[in-house]
């Protein structure tokens, strides 16, 4: 079976620009969540979208928005990039939301901003 | 705000010895501690996870202590192989927050052969 599916799997982009991701949960999952991971340091959680529905927000500007399909796949958008948004975004999906399932983190997508 | 902290940094072990990550925590409302191991190039994984009803989990040669008076917590490998080289994240969670981890900063070990 598939696991989760991020793309694209590198991204270069320059400040001020816009910048979309992308995210399939593996087949099943209902849940999928966001973080980013600056390099050198553990994920930050993002948002949490369940059922189409954003579930919870992390500590991040307007800047950040997502949202969750009909078939569960999910997008992070990033608008008015910054130098500091240049990290590893990490999508996980889960089957649930409420009492916690395991979550399965996808490979990444690099972000770099120049 | 920090609320999981981790250390050491990094960590080095020969093959067969015992590697030993810490983390402490600070929300006393969190309830799951799951460790995760990542990969270069890949994302995390579960590894291992207890709740604070235990003070002891083993899985195989990995195993987590806690102590939910200290608010600490800890992840044991024993007979360390050269393929956990790897970043080790320990993280917290309230259950009923559905997918909100909160992370540590990571633990990079080397296990040399």
């Known amino acids: 079976d598939a696991g989760v599916t991020q793309s694209p799997t590198h991204l270069i982009k320059t400040r001020g620009q816009h910048v979309t991701l992308r995210c399939s949960p593996i087949?099943?999952?209902?849940?999928v969540s966001w973080y980013q991971q600056v390099l050198g340091q553990g994920p930050q959680f993002i948002f949490q979208?369940?059922?189409?529905?954003?579930?919870g927000r992390g500590n991040f500007p307007d800047r950040f928005s997502a949202r969750q399909f009909p078939n569960y796949s999910s997008e992070l958008n990033v608008n008015a990039l910054l130098l500091g948004d240049s990290a590893l975004y990490l999508c996980?999906?889960?089957?649930?939301?409420?009492?916690?399932?395991?979550?399965?983190f996808g490979p990444g997508t690099r972000l770099t901003v120049l | 705000q920090q609320q999981v902290k981790q250390s050491p940094q990094s960590l080095i072990v020969q093959k067969g010895g015992i590697s030993i990550i810490n983390c402490a925590y600070e929300?006393?409302?969190?309830?799951?501690f799951p460790w995760y191991q990542q990969f270069p190039g890949k994302g995390p994984a579960l590894l291992i996870a207890?709740?604070?009803?235990?003070s002891e989990k083993k899985e195989g040669r990995f195993t987590i202590s806690f102590n939910k008076s200290a608010k600490q917590f800890s992840l044991h490998i024993m007979d360390s192989q050269p393929g956990d080289s790897a970043t080790y994240f320990c993280?917290?969670?309230?259950?009923?927050?559905?997918?909100?981890?909160?992370f540590g900063e990571g633990t990079q070990l080397t296990v040399n052969p």
């Open positions: 993280a917290a969670t309230r259950e009923t927050s559905g997918s909100r981890l909160t």
């Open positions: 929300n006393t409302a969190f309830d799951y």
């Open positions: 087949s099943g999952h209902k849940s």
């Open positions: 996980a999906s889960s089957f649930s939301s409420g009492l916690y399932n395991e979550q399965f």
């Open positions: 207890i709740r604070p009803d235990v």
């Open positions: 979208y369940y059922e189409k529905e954003e579930r």
